[in-house]
């Protein structure tokens, strides 16, 4: 994740079982290329060792405030000044009445009073499902919340003391999601962005239809760097088999008019609209309720088609989008002169920006390379991947929003 990439995060354990997923969590940000600093309260650590945690980290764990490591003996000021983000997994219930209290006494406690303002406070909590449904558990964190933190959601099922509920903390693979999302500036708070990403699929019979290569990478790449960026995001999917980003809203769709159905439902309150799906541009003009089978003459079944509506023309030229209330973005995926192509489609489409690629170099691929069109000119986002082009594509929309 190129978000961690040379960050400093400081990794704060409380006590709980689930003190168990965060030797994975030190693994994957250290992959990620972020250097980590421990510290562990002294519940914390009756669940697992300093020493496991120094072995993942690469670094001396903390555990007292009273540590006389630090030249200044200041580890809490020290800790959280050189941190980038301050994470606590698992914050416990009494860590969050902690918090919310301003209590400080202790060391991880300490570090997060004294940490500057703005600086990311991420909490992912894990508790009994009763403890976490209890009103001063969640008065405790919503004041926590209120106070600067960032409380992550938390999980639902089984749970070691083997009840079943909310309460769990998020797997490491979606923590990792959240701090890297936390690092991301927020271009995009207060925007709702609904995006359209993958094929369509036509069907001719009950077995059969007409869809194409696109994977759905580009645009669910693109749902994850917007929400990163601090919008609320709708995804509009065509039939692909991708997992839903963190914090994004997904919709489920076949056909081309399913699609346009699904964002006319959604567009409310929307100010982006981004349609990166590849949408057939016909349908079968008739659907055979039964499947069109050969009958070994060598005949060919006679088919015809009809143009499918427009998804991208019909919302860039509603009233909003008109009246400068939606951006909307459309996407060219293009064989050759894709310069040409885009440009044209830009005007035909009546959009502000239209971002062009080659549609059978990147299909099903990590890695992109994007041409965007405006009318000014036009830019080239080299080859990276999808992941980087998504976000400096958000990067791109966010300036060239109406002030």
């Not at 020290?78 to 919310?100: E, G, M, Q, T, Y």
């Not at 990478?217 to 509009?236: D, E, S, W, Y």
């Not at 809203?249 to 699904?262: E, P, T």
Request: with cysteine.
């Amino acid at each position: 994740m190129q978000e961690l990439q040379s960050k400093h995060i400081v990794l704060g354990l409380t006590g709980g079982v689930a003190c168990y997923k965060v030797a994975q969590l030190c693994r994957l940000l250290t992959k990620a290329g972020a250097t980590v600093q421990v510290v562990m309260t002294e519940a914390a650590q009756q669940f697992i060792t300093p020493v496991t945690m120094q072995a993942l980290s690469g670094r001396p764990v903390f555990t007292s405030q009273w540590d006389a490591r630090p030249e200044n003996n200041m580890a809490h000021i020290n800790l959280s000044r050189a941190a980038d983000a301050i994470v606590i997994a698992p914050c416990s219930a009494d860590f969050a009445a902690k918090l919310a209290q301003g209590r400080a006494d202790e060391l991880l406690s300490l570090l997060c009073l004294a940490r500057p303002h703005g600086k990311p406070l991420l909490l992912a909590p894990a508790m009994n499902r009763e403890m976490w449904a209890h009103p001063a558990t969640q008065r405790n964190f919503a004041q926590a919340a209120a106070d600067g933190a960032q409380v992550l959601d938390v999980g639902q099922g089984e749970q070691a003391c083997g009840e079943c509920g909310d309460g769990r903390m998020l797997e490491p693979e979606e923590l990792i999601q959240d701090i890297a999302a936390s690092l991301v500036p927020k271009r995009l708070a207060g925007h709702k962005v609904l995006i359209t990403a993958g094929p369509t699929f036509e069907a001719l019979d009950p077995v059969r239809g007409l869809t194409n290569h696109s994977s759905g990478k580009m645009g669910f790449a693109i749902a994850a760097a917007a929400r990163a960026a601090g919008a609320q995001v709708t995804l509009v999917a065509g039939p692909v088999h991708l997992p839903t980003p963190r914090g994004v809203q997904r919709i489920n769709v076949q056909s081309a008019r399913d699609m346009l159905a699904a964002v006319q439902s959604a567009l409310e309150d929307v100010s982006i609209f981004i349609a990166a799906a590849a949408v057939a541009d016909w349908r079968p003009a008739d659907f055979s309720t039964k499947k069109i089978k050969k009958d070994g003459s060598g005949a060919v079944p006679s088919l015809a088609f009809v143009e499918n509506p427009d998804s991208l023309a019909t919302v860039a030229n509603s009233d909003r989008a008109q009246q400068g209330q939606l951006y909307c973005v459309g996407f060219a995926a293009e064989s050759d002169n894709l310069l040409a192509h885009a440009s044209a489609k830009r005007v035909r489409k009546n959009v502000p920006l239209l971002v062009g690629n080659i549609g059978p170099a990147t299909f099903g691929q990590d890695d992109n390379a994007l041409l965007l069109v405006d009318e000014q000119g036009h830019r080239e986002l080299p080859h990276a991947s999808k992941r980087a082009l998504a976000q400096q594509l958000v990067a791109e929309i966010a300036r060239r929003l109406p002030r």
